[in-house]
């Protein structure tokens, strides 16, 4: 009888124990842009425009942004930047490369502002998150994918909780044709953000160890009954 207690005393605390435990849930998390557009050296814009376009025209360049309200995700171990193809233009394939950017999110929001040379240069320059190449033909309606690396990754959880925006820019000799991606752009698309996170949970205290507990009741219950009889 003693050494029965002595069990139901450990598993009870094992039970407690385990009733505090962390527990890690992977889950893929699709993100629609809270804002998107371009910026240029040179033309005006509006706020509600929601076109891409990412460019060298007639001498002009066009920088994309893409902003992302974060929320709380943590815990980010991937993440892909998937944007609709729409129209490209000059050389068969673009070199694409997509950057942090440290204008806040309310500045990018400000559209009409344009044209804004700091703003421009600030989304093709600063940390790399990728650079892919693109073709300029193909499907319209078809979603492109771009991975991005372990710096967006790493900048990504630590914007947590705020906005997170990333700028597009053409790469290479771009000479005097006309190049872009994603021409007449928009149109209701917006572009996503995917991500595979580690989401913690944490059980309410007792949770597991109060089932255990029970169990362990129940068999108490079960050998005392067992003590009043016979067979």
Known sequence: ??????????????GFGLGTLNVAQAATVSLSSSNQGWWNTRDTNNNLNDNYITANVTGN?????FTFDLGALAGVSSATLQVQRFEGSGDPIQTLGLFDVSTSADVLSQKVNNPD?????????GKNYGTFKVSTSGDQNEILSFVLNS????????????FFSIGGALLGDLGI???????F?????????VVDTDITTVPEPGTLGGAVLVGITGLCLKRKRKAFQTV
């Open 1 to 14: 009888m003693k050494n029965f207690y002595k069990l139901a005393m450990t598993a009870a605390i094992v």
């Open 61 to 65: 360049g066009y920088r994309s942004f």
């Open 117 to 125: 040379i700091d703003i421009y240069n600030d989304l093709g320059s």
């Open 151 to 162: 710096d967006a990754i790493a900048d990504i959880n630590a914007n947590s909780g705020q």
């Open 177 to 183: 044709v006309d190049q872009y991606l994603f021409g």
């Open 185 to 193: 752009s928009g149109l209701g698309s917006s572009a996503t953000l």
